[in-house]
């Protein structure tokens, strides 16, 4: 079991990686500060961890709630349907809710914590490898607008993050590859032995090997950990961390949310954000240029990269080939 510190004083948090987590091989009980909490998943994920995750909460009161699956779902009518809950069950401000699934869940129930009660208790329990080596992490919390991918939300920070690798043992290929997407991005905007060795393991990862997994999700959260305690409100170097979401969040909109799956968007995203070559990008001076697409080398190819990108994916040529 690794243990990665997110330092943000008061607010700072563990976040907690291993295989069997869930089976009691850390108590997660001890992060609920009151008698009882929310459990928030989908039709997807509930049935297959629901009742794992409940046994490590024996002692406390445990209410769920199963989301529909799907970006297409993550919206403020989805966000209402958490906080009926949390009123019809009598929650109080020392309630705990705890999001088990993966990024939109976690998005989603993460922003519902931030506005009940002006904030209560959070926990990330991240069940896809996109969830486990970026959304987790940080407190960026919201739900979409139909003019814009995350357009309402909060930073609240989680009280922990328990990654529970053995969960990606049920997870299909397709997000398997999506979340290594942000992996890489990782490698590409602040450790280029970390993108070698990526290089050198792609076979392994794509094999689900857990070891190599473990090392991809522990060095991934160590970046986003170091970035978001530097920065965690976004007003610099966190702005790095969106390296080929400008574009990606386009291609999301453009194509209806859930038509390409987020780690999908943002690899098509980074393609033009590499315009200039990698060292150019790891070197860049300016991350929101970065983040905008605007930096050195990006200028015109980038946008042209971009609008060929969602051209081709309108005609359904390059979907599953990024
Ligand atoms: N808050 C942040 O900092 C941040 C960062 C990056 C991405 N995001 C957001 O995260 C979202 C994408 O997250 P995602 O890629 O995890 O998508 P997702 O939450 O839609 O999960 C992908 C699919 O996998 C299923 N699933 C989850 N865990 C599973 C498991 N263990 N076994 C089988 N199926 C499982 C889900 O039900 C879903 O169908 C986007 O909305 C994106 O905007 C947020």
Request: glycine content about 12%; overall charge neutral; charged content about 20%.
């Amino acid at each position: 079991m690794k243990t990665i510190r997110v330092d943000l004083g008061e607010r700072s948090y563990p976040i907690i990686i291993g295989r069997g987590l869930m089976d009691g091989h850390f108590v997660l009980a001890d992060y609920v500060p009151g008698s009882d909490c929310l459990v928030v998943s989908n039709e997807t994920v509930a049935p297959l961890y629901l009742d794992r995750l409940r046994q490590n909460l024996a002692g406390r009161e445990v209410a769920s709630i199963s989301l529909a699956d799907g970006e297409s779902f993550k919206t403020l009518a989805t966000m209402q349907t958490i906080l009926d809950k949390l009123v019809a069950s009598g929650a109080n401000r020392d309630t705990a809710v705890i999001a088990l699934g993966g990024g939109v869940v976690g998005d989603i129930a993460g922003f519902a914590a931030a506005c009940y009660m002006r904030g209560v208790a959070f926990i990330q329990v991240p069940t896809t490898l996109l969830a486990q080596v970026d959304s987790s992490v940080g407190g960026k919390t919201g739900v979409n607008h139909e003019k814009g991918k995350n357009l309402i939300g909060a930073f609240h920070q989680p009280r922990v993050v328990l990654i529970d690798t053995d969960t990606l043992n049920t997870l299909p290929m397709r997000e398997v590859r999506a979340g290594l997407a942000e992996v890489i991005k990782h490698g590409v905007i602040c450790d280029p032995t970390f993108f070698a060795w990526l290089e050198s393991n792609m076979t392994a990862l794509l094999e689900k090997d857990p070891e190599a997994l473990a090392h991809a999700i522990q060095r991934s959260c160590e970046i986003k950990a170091e970035v978001v305690a530097e920065d965690e409100r976004e007003t610099g170097r966190r702005a790095i961390l969106n390296f080929g979401h400008t574009f990606g969040h386009a291609i999301e909109r453009c194509l209806g949310y859930g038509e390409w799956l987020h780690g999908e968007a943002v690899a098509a995203g980074m393609i033009p954000g590499c315009g200039g070559g990698i060292a150019n990008r790891t070197a860049c001076h300016s991350p929101r240029a970065l983040a905008r697409g605007d930096g050195p080398g990006q200028e015109g190819s980038a946008k042209k990269a971009a609008f060929c990108l969602v051209a081709l994916a309108r005609r359904g040529l390059c979907q599953h080939r990024l």
